[in-house]
């Protein structure tokens, strides 16, 4: 299949949501590798909860169009930000960097403390680790950890299972996730599981067949298969 035009495959989408068990709500903890945890909240959108709804949708759906879409919407003076704006326009920075890396960012990233977990997800992620400490209280920071798929060097079956576990719980919190359903595809394409690959790569190509990683990410699963 070509990379232009063999992804549409016209093939029938067999593909049955992803379940896993509900999320119960906890406090905020510090775990002891100083780590916050933040509380799960009536809120599904949690620490950004006072952020424009669209706006996080947008990052939550993370392929090139939509994040950019959200920077867009975001855009006002630096000293009108607040603390959860910049960390999720630092967070939209991130997964714009790992999982398209063609693609240029092109608004300002501003520095963030440090100490929240979805900055702490991306250091880990960009070190080439899993990082099980953020307490996935919502989706971009269960789904998070999950983009070490894109920079481990190599995947062992502990890994595989961690992100198998996330990406999971991801999907019932924001199941048409671009990012979500690619990071699926990647993970069974992975572990050679490539019917299950092409159900997720499906997915995320209906929503963003212009994103590239994607195209020819899917190309190849549907040659496979």
Known sequence: FSVFTGCASGKKDEASDLTAPAVSETPITIDNTGSTKLPGTGNRKGYFGKIDESIVNDVENGDP???????????????????????????????MEIAWETEKVDWTVYAVDASN?????????RSGVFDSSTGNSDFLSTILPCMVLFTAIKTNDKLLSQCEASIKLALTKSPDSVLGNYLAGILYEKKGDYKTSELYLKKAYDKSSDTMQICILYSKVLSTN
């Open 65 to 95: 169009a939509s994040i950019k879409r959200a920077m867009s919407k975001l855009r006002k003076n630096e000293a009108d930000y607040t603390e959860n704006e910049k960390v999720l326009i630092s967070v939209a920075a991130s997964i």
């Open 117 to 125: 977990p979805y900055t702490g997800a991306v250091k880990s992620v």
